[in-house]
Protein backbone atom coordinates (compact mmCIF):
# COMPACT_ATOMS: atom_id res chain seq x y z
CA UNK A 1 0.00 0.00 0.00
CA UNK A 2 1.69 3.45 -0.70
CA UNK A 3 1.94 5.75 2.26
CA UNK A 4 -1.23 7.95 0.40
CA UNK A 5 -2.96 5.56 0.79
CA UNK A 6 -2.09 4.68 4.26
CA UNK A 7 -2.57 8.18 5.39
CA UNK A 8 -5.74 8.49 4.09
CA UNK A 9 -7.25 5.13 6.15
CA UNK A 10 -5.73 6.30 9.03
CA UNK A 11 -7.30 10.05 9.02
CA UNK A 12 -10.75 8.00 8.10
CA UNK A 13 -10.53 6.08 10.98
CA UNK A 14 -9.93 9.16 13.19
CA UNK A 15 -12.56 10.61 11.93
CA UNK A 16 -15.01 7.77 12.53
CA UNK A 17 -14.00 7.38 16.19
CA UNK A 18 -14.23 11.27 16.56
CA UNK A 19 -18.33 11.08 15.43
CA UNK A 20 -19.31 6.84 16.59
CA UNK A 21 -20.56 6.29 20.09
CA UNK A 22 -18.30 4.19 22.18
CA UNK A 23 -17.78 0.48 22.60
CA UNK A 24 -18.10 -0.22 25.75
CA UNK A 25 -20.30 -2.18 27.71
CA UNK A 26 -22.27 -1.06 30.86
CA UNK A 27 -22.98 -3.41 33.81
CA UNK A 28 -24.13 -2.20 36.64
CA UNK A 29 -23.67 -3.87 40.62
CA UNK A 30 -22.65 -6.60 38.07
CA UNK A 31 -25.95 -6.48 36.04
CA UNK A 32 -25.10 -6.29 32.48
CA UNK A 33 -27.32 -4.07 30.46
CA UNK A 34 -27.98 -4.32 26.76
CA UNK A 35 -26.97 -0.63 25.43
CA UNK A 36 -26.68 -1.51 21.87
CA UNK A 37 -29.37 -4.01 19.45
CA UNK A 38 -31.15 -3.85 16.35
CA UNK A 39 -33.63 -1.65 15.87
CA UNK A 40 -37.42 -2.60 15.89
CA UNK A 41 -38.82 -3.38 12.70
CA UNK A 42 -41.43 0.20 12.73
CA UNK A 43 -38.11 2.74 13.28
CA UNK A 44 -37.59 2.35 9.31
CA UNK A 45 -34.42 4.97 9.42
CA UNK A 46 -31.89 2.93 11.50
CA UNK A 47 -30.23 -0.03 11.89
CA UNK A 48 -28.82 -0.36 15.22
CA UNK A 49 -30.17 1.10 18.78
CA UNK A 50 -28.08 2.68 21.31
CA UNK A 51 -28.78 3.56 24.61
CA UNK A 52 -27.77 7.44 25.78
CA UNK A 53 -24.84 6.13 27.93
CA UNK A 54 -22.83 4.93 24.55
CA UNK A 55 -22.19 9.02 23.94
CA UNK A 56 -20.89 10.12 27.08
CA UNK A 57 -17.69 10.41 28.87
CA UNK A 58 -16.06 7.95 30.24
CA UNK A 59 -16.30 9.17 33.81
CA UNK A 60 -20.01 10.29 33.34
CA UNK A 61 -20.63 6.58 32.08
CA UNK A 62 -18.53 5.22 35.28
CA UNK A 63 -20.79 7.02 37.61
CA UNK A 64 -23.76 4.66 36.25
CA UNK A 65 -22.11 1.36 36.54
CA UNK A 66 -22.11 1.87 40.63
CA UNK A 67 -25.16 2.53 42.60
CA UNK A 68 -23.17 4.12 45.41
CA UNK A 69 -21.20 6.35 43.08
CA UNK A 70 -24.71 7.02 41.34
CA UNK A 71 -26.16 10.52 42.89
CA UNK A 72 -29.42 9.44 41.29
CA UNK A 73 -29.41 7.12 44.34
CA UNK A 74 -29.90 10.38 46.69
CA UNK A 75 -32.96 10.52 45.71
CA UNK A 76 -34.14 7.13 45.31
CA UNK A 77 -33.79 7.42 49.03
CA UNK A 78 -35.70 10.37 48.97
CA UNK A 79 -38.57 8.34 47.40
CA UNK A 80 -38.13 5.70 49.96
CA UNK A 81 -39.03 8.15 52.69
CA UNK A 82 -41.96 9.56 50.90
CA UNK A 83 -43.21 6.00 50.52
CA UNK A 84 -44.13 5.73 54.00
CA UNK A 85 -44.41 9.72 54.31
CA UNK A 86 -48.74 9.64 55.52
CA UNK A 87 -50.94 12.51 53.63
CA UNK A 88 -54.10 13.31 52.48
CA UNK A 89 -57.33 13.18 53.79
CA UNK A 90 -57.69 9.46 53.41
CA UNK A 91 -54.88 9.61 56.07
CA UNK A 92 -52.71 7.07 53.78
CA UNK A 93 -49.53 6.73 52.09
CA UNK A 94 -47.66 4.29 49.64
CA UNK A 95 -47.42 1.56 51.81
CA UNK A 96 -50.93 1.68 53.16
CA UNK A 97 -52.02 -0.08 49.85
CA UNK A 98 -48.79 -1.13 48.46
CA UNK A 99 -46.28 -3.45 49.90
CA UNK A 100 -43.29 -2.69 48.37
CA UNK A 101 -42.16 -0.45 45.48
CA UNK A 102 -40.88 -4.15 44.11
CA UNK A 103 -44.01 -4.98 43.22
CA UNK A 104 -44.11 -2.62 40.47
CA UNK A 105 -41.24 -4.48 38.77
CA UNK A 106 -41.72 -4.59 34.75
CA UNK A 107 -43.69 -1.51 35.05
CA UNK A 108 -41.36 1.31 33.52
CA UNK A 109 -40.49 -1.16 30.43
CA UNK A 110 -44.27 -1.18 29.33
CA UNK A 111 -45.00 2.88 30.47
CA UNK A 112 -46.72 4.56 28.84
CA UNK A 113 -50.10 2.50 27.81
CA UNK A 114 -53.22 2.72 26.76
CA UNK A 115 -55.90 2.74 30.09
CA UNK A 116 -59.25 3.58 29.53
CA UNK A 117 -58.77 4.83 26.33
CA UNK A 118 -56.38 7.40 27.82
CA UNK A 119 -52.74 7.25 27.46
CA UNK A 120 -50.93 7.04 30.31
CA UNK A 121 -47.42 7.55 32.23
CA UNK A 122 -45.90 6.62 35.38
CA UNK A 123 -46.75 10.09 36.81
CA UNK A 124 -50.32 10.13 35.72
CA UNK A 125 -50.41 6.64 37.77
CA UNK A 126 -48.47 7.83 41.00
CA UNK A 127 -51.28 10.92 40.89
CA UNK A 128 -54.25 9.09 40.35
CA UNK A 129 -52.93 7.05 43.74
CA UNK A 130 -52.86 10.81 45.03
CA UNK A 131 -55.75 12.04 44.20
CA UNK A 132 -58.26 9.26 44.72
CA UNK A 133 -56.43 7.09 46.95
CA UNK A 134 -54.94 9.24 49.53
CA UNK A 135 -57.35 12.54 48.75
CA UNK A 136 -54.05 14.70 48.72
CA UNK A 137 -52.45 17.09 46.36
CA UNK A 138 -51.42 15.79 43.31
CA UNK A 139 -47.44 16.33 42.64
CA UNK A 140 -46.30 18.40 39.88
CA UNK A 141 -44.78 16.52 36.42
CA UNK A 142 -41.36 17.10 37.23
CA UNK A 143 -40.85 18.58 40.78
CA UNK A 144 -38.58 16.76 43.24
CA UNK A 145 -40.91 14.36 45.05
CA UNK A 146 -42.40 12.86 41.87
CA UNK A 147 -39.22 12.43 39.96
CA UNK A 148 -37.93 11.02 42.99
CA UNK A 149 -40.53 8.57 43.39
CA UNK A 150 -40.64 7.68 39.36
CA UNK A 151 -37.05 7.05 40.16
CA UNK A 152 -38.07 4.62 42.93
CA UNK A 153 -40.50 3.02 40.71
CA UNK A 154 -38.16 3.05 37.71
CA UNK A 155 -35.52 1.40 39.78
CA UNK A 156 -37.47 -1.58 40.38
CA UNK A 157 -37.45 -2.89 36.41
CA UNK A 158 -34.08 -2.14 36.13
CA UNK A 159 -31.89 -4.49 33.43
CA UNK A 160 -35.33 -5.56 32.17
CA UNK A 161 -36.03 -4.83 28.05
CA UNK A 162 -37.72 -1.75 27.27
CA UNK A 163 -41.21 -3.02 25.65
CA UNK A 164 -44.28 -0.80 25.23
CA UNK A 165 -47.13 -1.63 23.21
CA UNK A 166 -47.79 0.36 20.09
CA UNK A 167 -50.83 -1.61 18.27
CA UNK A 168 -54.18 -1.98 19.15
CA UNK A 169 -55.47 0.70 21.24
CA UNK A 170 -52.28 2.29 21.30
CA UNK A 171 -51.99 2.68 17.56
CA UNK A 172 -53.78 5.93 17.34
CA UNK A 173 -51.22 7.58 20.20
CA UNK A 174 -48.03 6.37 18.26
CA UNK A 175 -49.14 7.54 15.18
CA UNK A 176 -49.53 10.84 17.07
CA UNK A 177 -46.04 10.58 18.47
CA UNK A 178 -44.26 9.86 15.26
CA UNK A 179 -45.65 12.25 13.62
CA UNK A 180 -44.64 15.06 15.86
CA UNK A 181 -40.99 13.17 15.83
CA UNK A 182 -40.77 14.26 12.04
CA UNK A 183 -42.39 17.73 12.66
CA UNK A 184 -40.52 20.17 12.36
CA UNK A 185 -40.58 22.48 14.80
CA UNK A 186 -39.44 26.11 15.94
CA UNK A 187 -37.75 29.12 14.89
CA UNK A 188 -34.65 26.50 14.07
CA UNK A 189 -36.90 24.77 12.29
CA UNK A 190 -35.70 21.63 13.19
CA UNK A 191 -37.58 17.75 14.04
CA UNK A 192 -36.22 15.50 16.54
CA UNK A 193 -35.01 13.21 13.94
CA UNK A 194 -32.63 16.22 12.36
CA UNK A 195 -30.80 15.53 15.17
CA UNK A 196 -31.47 12.10 16.96
CA UNK A 197 -31.91 10.07 13.56
CA UNK A 198 -30.15 12.04 10.43
CA UNK A 199 -26.98 13.20 12.54
CA UNK A 200 -26.97 11.34 16.15
CA UNK A 201 -22.88 10.48 16.79
CA UNK A 202 -22.47 13.65 15.59
CA UNK A 203 -21.36 17.01 17.51
CA UNK A 204 -23.78 19.97 17.87
CA UNK A 205 -21.67 22.70 19.40
CA UNK A 206 -20.28 21.26 22.66
CA UNK A 207 -22.93 18.61 23.08
CA UNK A 208 -22.30 14.95 21.64
CA UNK A 209 -25.71 14.20 19.83
CA UNK A 210 -27.22 10.55 20.99
CA UNK A 211 -30.29 8.84 19.75
CA UNK A 212 -32.44 10.39 22.27
CA UNK A 213 -33.31 7.28 23.72
CA UNK A 214 -35.60 7.23 27.46
CA UNK A 215 -34.48 3.72 28.63
CA UNK A 216 -32.70 5.77 31.54
CA UNK A 217 -35.54 7.91 32.15
CA UNK A 218 -35.70 9.81 34.90
CA UNK A 219 -32.33 10.83 34.03
CA UNK A 220 -29.71 12.83 36.73
CA UNK A 221 -28.04 15.09 34.82
CA UNK A 222 -24.85 16.54 35.85
CA UNK A 223 -25.41 20.35 34.34
CA UNK A 224 -28.52 20.90 37.21
CA UNK A 225 -27.81 18.07 39.64
CA UNK A 226 -31.27 16.68 39.62
CA UNK A 227 -33.98 14.60 38.43
CA UNK A 228 -34.97 15.09 35.18
CA UNK A 229 -38.46 13.32 33.54
CA UNK A 230 -38.39 13.00 30.12
CA UNK A 231 -41.02 15.48 29.51
CA UNK A 232 -38.76 17.97 31.04
CA UNK A 233 -36.26 16.94 29.16
CA UNK A 234 -38.47 17.85 25.74
CA UNK A 235 -39.40 20.86 26.90
CA UNK A 236 -35.52 21.51 27.07
CA UNK A 237 -34.88 20.14 23.50
CA UNK A 238 -38.01 22.66 22.33
CA UNK A 239 -36.45 25.18 23.90
CA UNK A 240 -33.31 24.69 22.44
CA UNK A 241 -35.06 24.60 19.13
CA UNK A 242 -36.82 27.94 19.56
CA UNK A 243 -40.25 26.27 19.74
CA UNK A 244 -43.01 26.82 22.40
CA UNK A 245 -42.73 23.91 24.58
CA UNK A 246 -45.81 21.62 24.88
CA UNK A 247 -46.87 21.39 27.87
CA UNK A 248 -45.66 18.64 30.79
CA UNK A 249 -48.28 15.47 30.89
CA UNK A 250 -49.98 17.17 27.95
CA UNK A 251 -51.27 14.75 25.54
CA UNK A 252 -48.09 15.72 22.71
CA UNK A 253 -45.58 14.71 25.29
CA UNK A 254 -47.37 11.50 26.64
CA UNK A 255 -47.56 10.47 22.61
CA UNK A 256 -43.96 11.05 21.57
CA UNK A 257 -43.06 9.74 24.95
CA UNK A 258 -44.74 6.51 23.70
CA UNK A 259 -42.95 6.93 20.65
CA UNK A 260 -39.89 7.30 21.98
CA UNK A 261 -40.01 4.06 24.16
CA UNK A 262 -40.57 2.40 21.35
CA UNK A 263 -37.92 3.38 19.36
CA UNK A 264 -35.49 1.77 21.92
CA UNK A 265 -37.40 -1.53 21.90
CA UNK A 266 -35.18 -4.06 23.35
CA UNK A 267 -32.89 -1.70 25.37
CA UNK A 268 -32.66 -2.13 29.11
CA UNK A 269 -33.89 -0.02 31.26
CA UNK A 270 -31.32 1.81 32.72
CA UNK A 271 -33.34 4.27 35.65
CA UNK A 272 -32.13 6.15 37.02
CA UNK A 273 -29.58 6.75 34.61
CA UNK A 274 -26.76 9.37 34.83
CA UNK A 275 -26.11 11.89 31.81
CA UNK A 276 -24.56 15.41 31.81
CA UNK B 1 -31.01 22.64 60.51
CA UNK B 2 -30.42 22.11 56.59
CA UNK B 3 -33.34 19.97 54.96
CA UNK B 4 -33.31 16.62 53.92
CA UNK B 5 -29.41 15.78 55.17
CA UNK B 6 -28.66 11.98 55.06
CA UNK B 7 -25.59 10.56 55.35
CA UNK B 8 -24.03 7.45 53.28
CA UNK B 9 -21.31 5.39 53.78
CA UNK B 10 -19.90 2.67 51.25
CA UNK B 11 -17.00 0.44 53.56
CA UNK B 12 -16.48 -3.44 53.09
CA UNK B 13 -17.86 -5.23 56.22
CA UNK B 14 -14.76 -7.74 56.02
CA UNK B 15 -11.29 -7.05 54.91
CA UNK B 16 -8.24 -8.72 55.45
CA UNK B 17 -5.33 -7.22 57.90
CA UNK B 18 -3.26 -4.59 56.14
CA UNK B 19 -5.24 -4.71 52.46
CA UNK B 20 -5.87 -1.71 51.34
CA UNK B 21 -9.75 -0.65 51.87
CA UNK B 22 -12.07 1.85 49.52
CA UNK B 23 -14.46 3.85 51.40
CA UNK B 24 -17.13 5.99 49.99
CA UNK B 25 -18.73 8.78 52.15
CA UNK B 26 -21.39 11.00 50.44
CA UNK B 27 -23.74 13.24 52.35
CA UNK B 28 -27.11 14.64 50.76
CA UNK B 29 -26.25 18.47 51.11
CA UNK B 30 -27.76 22.04 49.53
CA UNK B 31 -24.29 23.67 50.14
CA UNK B 32 -26.05 26.71 50.18
CA UNK B 33 -22.72 29.58 48.73
CA UNK B 34 -23.85 32.37 51.07
CA UNK B 35 -24.44 34.02 47.43
CA UNK B 36 -27.50 33.86 46.60
CA UNK B 37 -30.92 35.98 46.98
CA UNK B 38 -34.37 34.14 47.52
CA UNK B 39 -36.88 35.96 45.94
CA UNK B 40 -37.17 38.46 48.33
CA UNK B 41 -33.65 39.72 47.44
CA UNK B 42 -32.45 38.83 50.75
CA UNK B 43 -29.11 36.90 51.16
CA UNK B 44 -29.84 32.99 51.50
CA UNK B 45 -27.01 32.91 54.34
CA UNK B 46 -24.05 30.52 53.83
CA UNK B 47 -24.85 26.93 54.92
CA UNK B 48 -22.02 24.71 53.87
CA UNK B 49 -20.50 21.37 55.31
CA UNK B 50 -17.11 23.06 56.58
CA UNK B 51 -15.63 20.09 58.20
CA UNK B 52 -15.62 16.30 57.53
CA UNK B 53 -13.69 13.61 59.28
CA UNK B 54 -13.34 9.83 59.81
CA UNK B 55 -12.14 8.04 62.70
CA UNK B 56 -11.17 4.38 63.03
CA UNK B 57 -11.37 3.00 66.86
CA UNK B 58 -11.26 6.69 67.95
CA UNK B 59 -8.03 7.76 65.89
CA UNK B 60 -8.28 10.17 63.37
CA UNK B 61 -8.00 9.12 59.34
CA UNK B 62 -9.05 11.77 57.52
CA UNK B 63 -9.74 15.78 58.08
CA UNK B 64 -11.16 17.99 55.27
CA UNK B 65 -11.70 21.38 55.03
CA UNK B 66 -14.28 22.33 52.78
CA UNK B 67 -15.07 25.72 51.03
CA UNK B 68 -18.11 26.87 49.67
CA UNK B 69 -17.22 26.52 45.44
CA UNK B 70 -17.67 22.66 46.34
CA UNK B 71 -20.44 20.87 44.83
CA UNK B 72 -23.96 20.44 46.44
CA UNK B 73 -23.96 16.58 47.93
CA UNK B 74 -20.32 15.93 48.68
CA UNK B 75 -18.53 12.93 48.10
CA UNK B 76 -15.21 11.52 49.33
CA UNK B 77 -13.44 8.52 48.37
CA UNK B 78 -10.69 7.32 50.07
CA UNK B 79 -8.16 4.45 51.32
CA UNK B 80 -7.11 3.17 54.28
CA UNK B 81 -5.79 0.51 55.79
CA UNK B 82 -7.22 -1.18 58.61
CA UNK B 83 -5.41 -2.91 61.29
CA UNK B 84 -7.86 -4.89 62.91
CA UNK B 85 -11.49 -5.28 63.39
CA UNK B 86 -13.53 -2.04 64.54
CA UNK B 87 -15.33 0.90 63.43
CA UNK B 88 -15.14 4.00 61.58
CA UNK B 89 -16.75 7.18 62.63
CA UNK B 90 -18.13 9.67 59.98
CA UNK B 91 -19.01 12.98 60.72
CA UNK B 92 -19.67 16.23 58.42
CA UNK B 93 -19.86 19.75 60.42
CA UNK B 94 -22.01 22.11 59.14
CA UNK B 95 -21.89 25.91 59.14
CA UNK B 96 -25.20 26.28 60.95
CA UNK B 97 -24.15 24.09 63.85
CA UNK B 98 -25.27 20.66 63.10
CA UNK B 99 -23.02 18.03 63.27
CA UNK B 100 -24.02 14.82 61.40
CA UNK B 101 -22.42 11.49 62.08
CA UNK B 102 -22.52 7.49 60.79
CA UNK B 103 -20.33 4.82 61.55
CA UNK B 104 -19.71 1.71 59.90
CA UNK B 105 -18.25 -1.46 61.45
CA UNK B 106 -16.04 -3.99 59.71
CA UNK B 107 -14.46 -7.88 60.57
CA UNK B 108 -11.16 -7.95 59.63
CA UNK B 109 -9.66 -11.28 59.74
Known amino acids: ?276 | MAKGVKPRVKVPKTAAAGEKITIKCLISHKMESGQRKDDDGNVIPRSIINRFTADFNGQNVIDVALEPAISTNPFFEFEAIVPESGEFTFTWYDDDGSVYDTSKKIEVS
Open chain 1, 1 to 276: MSLAKWITVAVMSVSTAAIAQDSSTLTIEGESMVTETSAPAHVENLDTIYSGWRFRSSETQALETDDFDNPAFVFVDQAIDLWDKVEGAANKSCSSCHEGAEEFAGLRAQLPRVEDGQLVAMEDLINECRTERMEAEPWKWSKGNMTAMTSLIGLQSRGMPVNVAIDGEAAPFWEAGKELYYTRLGQLDLSCSNCHENNYGMMIRADHLSQGQINGSPTYRLKNAKMNSVHGRFKGCMKNIRAEPFAEGGPEFKALELYLASRGQGLSVETPSVRN
